[in-house]
């Protein structure tokens, strides 16, 4: 599978790749792109050859259409994972549908990776097929006690296998980043594997949340795109230490950048 043009562990968007036509319909152009890119997807997963190489490159197709219709993506420290040759867990803060598309493309090709997620979206229509050919650990969000078990067990059976995976501690995606709604669920998952942890800290609102269908909000290039991967982290006692230092990494990354992105302290 395609890595992307990583350069000292950063990636930046090719200023050549964005489409003037499509720039004047951002929303319009990427969507009509991503329906098919997610169409083709689901008929391979359905029929069972959507493997982690097609995750991969339909993750990369969707970061390019949101390339061609003005949107940049920065993406920084991936060599903080690139040489770690365990498995880890990440963890970060979720924003918008975005991130769920776009970083299987960055992680995939480097480390093999799925997604704790909601059961929602195992039965999403279309891209249900997508997801469960990605064997992610699943939760409720019913009942927290469940859900705690079900990643506990599951992303540690996962990451037995040599499988990485990604969680978003919020309880759901938002413009504001809450370091008290910011759950230790990850952290408790690292220490029982007895793997690192990687912080990811991500501005993903050039995809807006929709305001009927939450999913497909609007595409706006001119708010730039970033993803930062943090040092790896050793879980030490009750991890208290190491997920104050992942707030604080996530929190100083949007400090940074800015942008009207709010910060609840």
């Not at 594997?193 to 305001?211: E, F, R, Y």
Request: aromatic share 10%.
């Amino acid at each position: 599978m395609e890595i992307l043009p990583f350069h000292n562990g950063t990636y930046k968007t090719d200023p050549s790749a964005a489409s003037s036509f499509a720039r004047l319909t951002p929303s319009f152009s990427f969507y009509r792109r991503m329906a098919a890119i997610v169409l083709i997807s689901s008929s391979r997963a359905k029929r069972g050859h959507y493997g982690d190489s097609g995750w991969a490159e339909s993750s990369q197709d969707i970061m390019k259409a949101l390339e061609h219709v003005g949107v940049t993506i920065e993406v920084t420290g991936v060599d903080h994972f690139i040489d770690l040759h365990v498995p880890c867990v990440f963890i970060g803060n979720h924003m918008s549908t975005l991130e769920t598309f776009v970083l299987p493309g960055i992680i995939e090709p480097l480390k093999d990776v799925t997604f704790v997620v909601k059961k929602s979206l195992i039965d999403y229509p279309v891209f249900r097929y997508v997801m469960r050919s990605r064997d992610p650990v699943v939760v409720g969000r019913v009942n927290p006690r469940e859900d705690l078990k079900a990643v506990l067990d599951g992303g540690t059976e996962r990451l037995k296998t040599g499988r990485s995976v990604i969680i978003f501690p919020q309880t759901t995606r938002t413009p504001v980043f809450d370091p008290a709604a910011f759950n230790t669920i990850g952290i408790k998952l690292a220490k029982k594997a007895g793997v690192p942890v990687i912080p990811i800290a991500l501005k993903t609102d050039a995809w807006g949340n929709g305001k009927h269908l939450k999913d497909f909000g609007r595409i706006d290039p001119s708010k730039k795109v970033h993803f930062a991967f943090g040092e790896p982290l050793s879980v030490k006692g009750n991890g208290a230490g190491e997920h104050q230092r992942i707030i604080e990494f996530i929190s100083g990354k949007l400090k940074e950048w800015g942008s009207g992105y709010a910060l609840r302290s």
